[in-house]
């Protein structure tokens, strides 16, 4: 009940803006310079247990899938073990195949989401191990988990997560950075991951600076009924939550699609009324990305490219510009710039920001 409005309209704005504070907090003490690693206190496996672990899956609903597919490529790139992330709503009907050697991430910012309580519910009667990451604490599916992580984002009150999506994202860079070093990930690595985790809350800092500019972006494309997010491996769980933002609060319909996979049917989407927010990461994959606009712009569709890259002038319609950091947390940098950008563009349609119709914080029946 402390926590108050303050000088802010709503509680997403507000929301959005403590991320660098609520991005230190969930980093507080959990980072090892020396030996370029992360210590989850929650999980108390030593290096043999975990590397015993063959393979990770992450559960949750809404944006807590999304971040958990963050965590999936995190898991695969740095510690070389198949993972994978499922809404927790289909695993709980599913009858899925648990494996000692997995490690379950149930991950809820409530902690008391219906879907998700029941599906670590089905995995532990079945034997498997899992681990919670909520951010509260006492909540139902803490309790249930017996051991995880806590998020440290803060109340959290918009139906829209922001910090604490992000703060999911940090924690599954720290809990992939740490399976890592056990395995082949090396010391100096790790500890290009740790500087980069460090030094986050600064990037994020440096997005909001361009708030103006993200803000006329969105008015100029307020417009729009339909809206793509594009993006590939990296950028595809960005472009999945941008749309979740922009649907959730704006009433916009936007759909995310890989871009590999645009050729295969949404391209006849494109006209000039279609936008397509397209994630583009100076990463290996920014000549397929360039490319991936110029089939959109050729079909006469308005690109808004969201890039910390300094792309071809005249390329894209519009550029949001994000902060570089280590490309393989380009995911959780480049969302905040779409949550702005989600923000905005409701704001501008006058929407009940922090109430969308129809939702709910947290769903606690199915
Ligand atoms: C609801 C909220 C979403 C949230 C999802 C999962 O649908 O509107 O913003 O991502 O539940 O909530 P949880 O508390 O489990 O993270």
Known sequence: ?????????????????????????????????????????????????????????????????????????????????????????????????????????????????????????????????????????????????????????GPEVSVASTKAYTNMAVCFAMLALSLGRVRDLSVSDGSRIVAALDALPARITEVFAAEDEISAVAKEHSGAERMFFIGRVRGWPVAREGAQKLKEISYVHAEAYQAGELKHGPLALIDPGMPSVVVVPDDELLVKNIGTIEQIKARGGPVIAVTNASLPSGLADSVIQVPRSEPELDPILFTIPLQVFAYHLAHHLGRDIDKPRNLAKSVTVE
């Open 1 to 153: 009940d402390d926590y108050q409005l303050g000088n802010y309209s709503n509680f997403m704005h507000k929301e959005i803006w403590e991320q660098p504070e609520s991005v230190r907090r969930t980093l507080l003490g959990r980072l090892d310079e020396r030996f370029g690693t992360a210590r989850l206190g929650g999980i108390n496996l030593d290096p043999r247990a975990l590397r015993a672990i063959r393979r990770v899956k992450f559960l949750g609903c809404g944006s807590a899938y999304y971040a958990g597919q963050i965590g999936a490529n995190l898991v695969e790139e740095w510690a070389r073990l198949p993972a994978d992330a499922e809404p927790a709503s289909e695993l709980r009907y599913r009858n899925p195949v648990v494996e000692e050697d997995t490690l379950y991430v149930a991950v809820s910012q409530s902690g008391e989401t219906a879907d998700t309580l029941a599906a670590v519910q089905e995995l532990r009667r079945k034997g498997g191990q899992v681990i919670g990451v909520v951010n509260t604490v006492g909540s139902a599916i803490a309790r249930e988990c017996g051991s995880g992580v806590f998020l440290h984002a």
